[in-house]
């Protein structure tokens, strides 16, 4: 054969690899959405527990995730804001946190973990963590809304919020303790450091922004105006986090405990901080600020040289919580792996609601890192602008998606053809570790699989 024709032969297999391949990951990610939806199903109120209780895991031992975890079932919960027929169960949702947090332990609103009987965690813990409030403030905000749009304001008023203060309702109570106690430190979402925390208090923000809006609604216009300055006060403090020096956000001022294994100062959390508190309306340390996007590539590349498993020759790059984690022996997790494609997709909608890409001095790494590993070995320059009429504005948004995608793709070949997914995934050999059908895994490929629609009704 001629070398011309060997080449266009290659290009050829590889041009049908990519398109059965992308067929594949489209026909995967449709079967896995069902799946992920009963599975999460499947961790609500079993048998044993009370009604609304959400599991983090059936596990029992090894570790031991049947617990209703504050946050987990925030995060968990809120996908039922976007799917039908859910009422139900954002209601006994609603009705069991109410019960935890009058039956809140010996630190108050900030336990992180009650038993499926309804009872707080009464063992020794990292306790308090204080993001756990504002995300199921959060969930909730989003569920009272959504009442609200079908005029079902008695339901909102009788077990979401009131005005009344002190208050007596799940919604306004998380929102008091938020704008009460956001500047206390606590321990962080992976529940192993004290201190002040990126994560903690961009929820935080938001859960008083919202709350804000929804105590306007529903005549609680002090309470609006309280929350709305709190949250412009975490605005303020959330600036602090910039790392001039490494060009990345902290996760922790302030930190003790483990502190001082933790060189890179990179975690995953910047990423989830960004996901989980989330407006498009607001631009604020959102997934194309530039702050954002030095972070973002700065994990990518360490996550590559910490785990064997990405020299495996398989598109897509597995990702952790932060790259001296030694839970488990340190591995990467479903969660933080889905959390990147999902930043990928948000910055990609920012870019094209912008119909502009900058070059900044802080973004320029990311996207040099995008197109060199593409074979485009031309550096983009600081100070140069792409307009949506410019060819290099699609290309880079088509890389972007390329990219993350490929995070699905790598999630795809690690999930059990069951479709279950554990909390991790052994950095070694691929195989599923720590906590079987970890709820929150499901909420996380979700949540990445919902956003990937919208970005696909622009390619
Ligand atoms: C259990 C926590 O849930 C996990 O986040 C942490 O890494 C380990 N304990 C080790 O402290
Ligand atoms: C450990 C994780 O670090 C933490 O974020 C999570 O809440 C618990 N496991 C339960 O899933």
New binding site residues.
Partial sequence: MKKSCVCVFSLLILFLSFTIEAKNLDDWLNVQEKISLSKIQENISPEDAKPGVVIASPSTQK?DYYYHWVRDAALAMDVFNYTSASKDLLLEFATFSRQNQIDSGFLGLGEPKYYVHGRPYDLPW?RPQNDGPALRALTLIRFANTLLEQGDTETVRKHLYVGAFPATKVIKVDLEFTGNYWSQPCFDL???RWGHHFYTRMVQRRALLEGSRLAEKLDDPEAATWYFKEASKIEKDLLRFQSIDKEVLLPTLNGENGNDFRETKLDTSILLAVLHSYNFQDRFYSASNEWILSTTSQLEAAFEKTYPINDRAVPGILIG?YPE???YGGNPWFLTTLAMAEIYYRAILEFIQDEKIEITALNQKFFNRLIQRYGDQTKLKIGETFTFQEDKFHEILNLMRWKADNFLRVIQLYTKPSGAMSEQISKQDGRQISANDLTWSYAAFLTAKWLREEVLAYF
């Fill in positions: 570790p990292g992976w529940e192993e919580r984690d030694e839970y």
